[in-house]
């Protein structure tokens, strides 16, 4: 299985787009994971008659406590070899580190805080979708049933049960 981050892979020409395909696998499940989480994505694409994955990505979202869940997703598709290229066996090894997301590397999203009346929320700067914003006792901002996602970021980050993007919660 060819797997690539780009909408292209270099030697091969994109035939027929199949579907997007998604792996995922917890950190429960040991110490290779985000492997698991490829390998899962590759069978899926493998299941629609793929024969390489574009525009991947893998996400590593903390669950709970230490443990964290790997996402691997891209667009399944059938990639024929230009003529005069190396053939699928010389390029099928993937170099997972190549596509391992520093945890920070997701684009830094800010939602907008509108009030209405004594309420205040938080816009999701992708969808729209609003969340009701607390104030705690020591004046901190929170949201009801959502942790902090990302404790390397200064302030509050969440993901929107809507659409999943991460974005910030402004003081
Ligand atoms: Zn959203």
Redo the contacts with the bound molecule.
């Keep these: 299985m060819l797997i690539s981050a780009g909408d292209q892979i270099h030697g091969y020409k994109v035939v027929e787009y199949k579907d997007i395909v998604f792996g995922v696998a917890s950190s429960s499940e040991g110490g290779g994971f985000r492997q698991i989480a490829l390998k899962k994505m590759a069978e899926a694409a493998t299941k629609l008659g793929a024969t390489a994955v574009i525009n991947f990505k893998m996400e590593i979202y903390p669950l709970t406590g230490s443990v964290q869940e790997a996402t691997a997703y891209g667009n399944a598709v059938i990639a024929d070899p230009l003529e005069g290229t190396i053939s699928h066996q010389d390029r099928h090894q993937v170099k997972l580190e190549a596509y391992m997301p520093k945890a920070k590397a997701a684009e830094s999203l800010i939602g907008k805080l509108q009030t209405a009346g004594d309420y205040m929320f938080v816009v ?6 609003k969340y009701k914003v607390e104030t705690n006792e020591k004046g901190e901002l929170h949201i009801k049933g959502f942790n902090d996602v990302d404790d390397d970021e200064p302030g509050l980050q969440i993901f ?6 991460k ?1 910030t919660v402004p003081e």
Excluded: D, S
Excluded at 124 to 129: A, E, I, Q, S
Excluded at 160 to 165: E, I, K, S, Y
């Design positions: 999701c700067p992708k969808c729209g979708t929107c049960l809507r659409c999943g993007t974005f």
